[in-house]
């Protein structure tokens, strides 16, 4: 059982940064994929940004291309999101997510998810 516990969320002024972790635990060092989302009240799940958590290509929204960067650190478990140069539409309850197999912008796809982190961009 894939276990995901997220940490790093916030409130920040817009400009600022912000990194979220998120450690896995309980799976399998073959092709897990993981995968950052974010929901604000009313809106459909969004996907930010995702990678495979051995390493390969990565997918980021056009939303935060050359401000979010997706990471890994394989000794430790762990995936991260730094986010830089915070706008307020950033703002959302955000969720780390894991599936075996090639990586997914479709909430649907993932099997596990964290329990979410709140991120709050003041302007």
């Known amino acids: 059982q894939v276990q995901l516990v997220e940490s790093g969320g916030g409130s920040v002024q817009a400009g600022g940064s912000l990194r979220l972790s998120c450690a896995v635990s309980?799976?399998?060092?073959?092709?897990?994929?993981m995968a950052w989302f974010r929901q604000t009240p009313g809106k459909d799940r969004e996907a930010v940004a995702s990678?495979?958590?051995?390493?390969?290509?990565?997918y980021y929204a056009d939303s935060v291309k050359g401000r979010f960067t997706i990471s890994r650190d394989i000794a430790k478990n762990t995936v991260y999101l730094q986010m830089n140069s915070l706008k307020p539409e950033d703002t959302a309850m955000y969720y780390c997510?894991?599936?075996?197999?090639?990586?997914?912008?479709?909430?649907?796809?993932?099997?596990?998810w964290g329990q979410g982190t709140q991120v709050t961009v003041s302007s």
């Open positions: 309980g799976y399998t060092p073959i092709s897990v994929s």
């Open positions: 997510a894991a599936r075996y197999g090639s990586a997914s912008n479709f909430g649907s796809a993932y099997n596990y």
């Open positions: 990678t495979y958590l051995s390493g390969g290509s990565t």
